[in-house]
């Protein structure tokens, strides 16, 4: 059977470890100069190296070369043991699946017999945040005062999950995430050790994969190099999952147009070709942070061809800075929240939307609803839970916030796509549209209000009730803990989503409202504030007008 790349290619000497040359510096000098610790802790993400250097440390201390900056040797027995599985010495555990506290006390009991061929018995306790409660504290006397003979290598990828008392008796080191340069430049060292043809480009975008992690990014280069063939970027593309760079920059081009039908179309290429949703939103936010180097005038940390650096710089120049914040927001929300929905393809397409902040006239599923304006004749007799409250009798939204006793400068009004003679027109004055209309439509303006903003539409679904006051619409909520929540960016989504829904420009007020409350019918001549407006709306009924 043959034997993995990642397995064959582990370093076996301190200059072979990639990326982590802080580390090995110090290790190496703690060797040489005979001040080796009794317990380390080895924390930093998966791949990186963790494991590999622990087993360096261990053959090191137990190699038999005379200087001590040569160990470890890798030519003396002990070393050779190590590599091989064999040194009785080197005890190995998977916390993950040594967790209790039993298995702890196991290992403090037998720790005690002296070694069997090297100068120390080095155990590594990978996974060590797996442990019990119980087990770390039987870990915490041995790791104190351990035997002459016994060292402690722990490592971890969640170090926050280690108890403080752990973490006080440790020399700590922390492992950080490998350049995609020095990766790129170790797969190549390994292709043409292996005999493999493959394209530079491919071998980039395979570091790229890998986030910083050396162990990924040579298992992908296994998995490539078993199809047989000459790894090209095609092939890797296609085996990954990803997307091509030029879809990428065609899907930000249609942002920068506004077009939100070529950008959808744009997204179902990607995906159809076979892309993962998740990893095409990471190429899109990866090329939307290069815009934002290239913006702030870093362009020289932006890792990519000549062409694509002119493409690059010709998008940045484009984009106005909060737009391209937002893109790199919403599909960096994408990417991480895209696992969790059935519809593959439904994260990018919000991504898109709330990105273009769409217009009514560019979204035919967000075009102005064919509503009848009412006639304010008596004789119609609207719906009694709907009507607008008397204009001859003017009240007070409840509770004002202080921020809508001032004048408020309204935004443009956005162009509203042609409507029927019936329709409610544009820029309709508040006074002219009837809360019945609103109330028709209020699946559509939550929808709207989703596209502008997703976090509006949960509120939107939470209100009791809602009036119209003196051009003023009144959103009534059951506590003050959600009506909060409605203020500011959530508010301005409603209002531009009504606009857009009903051609119409409305101040809109969020209250504290009971639960009960009802809207009352026009036809009674009460004021929804007074007294008998209070007592219908607690229940109350009339049952003579005279």
């Known amino acids: 059977m043959a034997q993995a790349f990642y397995r064959k290619w582990r370093p076996q000497l301190w200059d072979q470890v990639v990326g982590q040359e802080h580390i090995v510096h110090t290790l190496q000098n703690a060797i040489r100069g005979g001040k080796v610790g009794h317990a380390y802790l080895f924390s930093g993400p998966r791949g990186t190296g963790k494991t590999t250097t622990a087993r360096l440390l261990a053959k090191a201390v137990n190699c038999l070369a005379d200087e001590l900056s040569d160990r470890p040797c890798d030519q003396c027995a002990h070393c050779k043991a190590v590599d091989e599985g064999r040194f009785l010495d080197l005890i190995e555990i998977d916390a993950a699946s040594n967790t209790s506290v039993d ?53 971890t990828t969640e170090v926050h999950k280690i108890p403080a008392t752990v973490l006080s008796r440790c020399q700590r080191h922390e492992f950080r995430r490998i350049p995609v340069h020095d ?38 280069l296994d998995q490539l190099a078993s199809t047989g063939e000459k790894i090209t970027l095609e092939n890797a593309q296609k085996v990954l999952g990803t997307a091509t760079n030029q879809v990428v920059v065609d899907l930000v081009g249609a942002i920068l147009a506004s077009q939100a039908d070529r950008g959808l179309d744009f997204i179902h290429q ?16 990866e090329y939307l942070r290069s815009l934002l180097l290239v913006r702030m005038g870093n362009a020289d940390q932006v890792d990519a061809t000549t062409e694509m650096r002119a493409q690059m710089a010709a998008h940045a120049s484009q984009f106005d ?75 007070e939204p409840p509770a004002p916030r202080p921020d809508r006793s001032e004048p408020k400068t309204e935004a443009a009004p956005v162009e509203a796509a042609a409507a029927p003679q019936a329709a409610v027109q544009a820029n309709a004055p508040a006074g002219e549209i009837s809360l019945q209309a609103i109330h028709q439509n209020w699946a559509k303006i939550c929808a709207a209000a989703k596209a502008r903003r997703p976090q ?22 059951a506590t003050e803990v959600v009506r909060s929540k409605m203020d500011g960016e959530n508010l301005e989504a409603t209002r531009q989503a009504v606009e857009q829904v009903l051609g119409v420009s409305l101040l809109i007020s969020s209250v504290v409202a009971n639960a009960k409350a009802k809207t009352l019918p026009d036809d009674l001549g009460v004021d929804a504030d007074g007294m008998v407006g209070t007592a219908l709306n607690l229940g109350g009924k009339i049952v003579d007008k005279d």
């Open 103 to 155: 298995d702890i006390r196991d290992l403090r009991d037998k720790i005690n017999f002296a070694p069997s061929q090297g100068r120390y018995k080095v155990y590594i306790i990978d996974e060590v945040h797996m442990l019990s409660t119980a087990a770390f504290n039987a870990l915490l006397k041995t790791l104190e005062e351990p035997p002459a003979h016994a060292i402690f290598i722990l490592a």
């Open 456 to 477: 509006a539409v949960g509120l939107l679904n939470s209100v009791k009730n809602f009036t119209l006051k003196d051009g003023v619409l009144v959103l009534g909520f």
């Open 321 to 395: 800075l909060p737009t391209l914040l937002q893109a790199i927001k919403v599909f960096n929300s994408a990417a991480n929240e895209g696992r969790s929905g059935w519809q593959p393809s439904l994260m990018l397409e919000l991504a898109l939307t709330e990105t273009l902040a769409i217009p009514a006239n560019a979204a035919p599923v967000y075009t102005p609803a064919q509503v009848q304006n009412p006639e304010p004749a008596r004789s119609s007799r609207p719906s009694p839970a709907f009507t607008p409250a008397p204009a001859s009798q003017p009240a």
């Open 270 to 285: 990607a995906l159809d070709s076979g892309t993962d949703p998740r990893q095409f939103a990471r190429q899109v936010v």
């Open 183 to 220: 990766i790129v430049q170790h797969l190549h060292t390994i292709a043409t050790a292996e005999n493999l043809q493959v394209e530079e480009e491919a071998l980039i975008l395979i570091a790229r994969q890998s986030t910083g992690a050396m162990r990924d990014a040579i298992s992908l």
